[in-house]
């Protein structure tokens, strides 16, 4: 069965504090990662696909990276509306649909 | 921008009602999803549609079923409406292949008393 696991569960940053949200996912058929942003109450705001090791992809302080096992979403000098819950979730050959995991909530005091 | 529209935002509905959750895109996408969202467990697809009239069964359909009649519409039906279906609805929607990005819906919180 695909598999996709997050961690930390949560995060806990001081402002300007950077760090990496950890996303491993089954290797075999990978297809496209997929990085979303969900605030509370809202649906998940997609940020970034990668399709294959090695690529990387940059919006604002947020940067997504994928290795041959696992993506990163590495936060540079967080801001408080930065918090949210990151999903990580990738397809497969086998089907269309997002296999989730089950996010990191991030939370940026000032 | 991609759009995706759901007909409600919060429902407050009692045990055994019929429910309509309604979804409508403008991208003229191909794949539509259902997926609801509850704490601990993450998102689980409920149904997913490849076409107009096709659908497939995702990893928790039971207690719902789906219509999509026109390209742009997918509608999940909560034949008989149980507390354990209270939660968030997302509906989403992407281009054919699995490659594609899939754009959410605000979602629908789901009461059932």
Known sequence: EDQVTQSPEALRLQEGESSSLNCSYTVSG????????????????????????????????LKATLT????????????PED???????????????????????????? | DVKVTQSSRYLVKRTGEKVFLECVQDMDHENMFWYRQDPGLGLRLIY???????????????????SREKKERFSLILESASTNQTSMYLCASSFGDSQETQYFGPGTRLLVL
């Open chain 1, 83 to 110: 918090s949210a819950t990151y999903l990580c979730a990738a397809t497969y050959q086998a089907g269309t649909a997002l296999i989730f995991g089950k996010g990191t909530t991030l939370s940026v005091s000032s």
């Open chain 1, 30 to 61: 990978l297809r496209g990662l997929f990085w979303y942003r969900q605030d509370p109450g809202k649906g998940p705001e997609f940020l970034f696909t990668l399709y294959s090791a090695g690529e990387e992809k940059e919006k604002e302080r």
């Open chain 1, 68 to 79: 041959k096992k696992e993506s990163f979403l590495h936060i540079t000098a967080p801001k």
């Open chain 2, 48 to 66: 997913f549609s490849y076409d107009v009239k096709m659908k497939e069964k995702g990893d928790i359909p039971e207690g719902y079923s789906v």
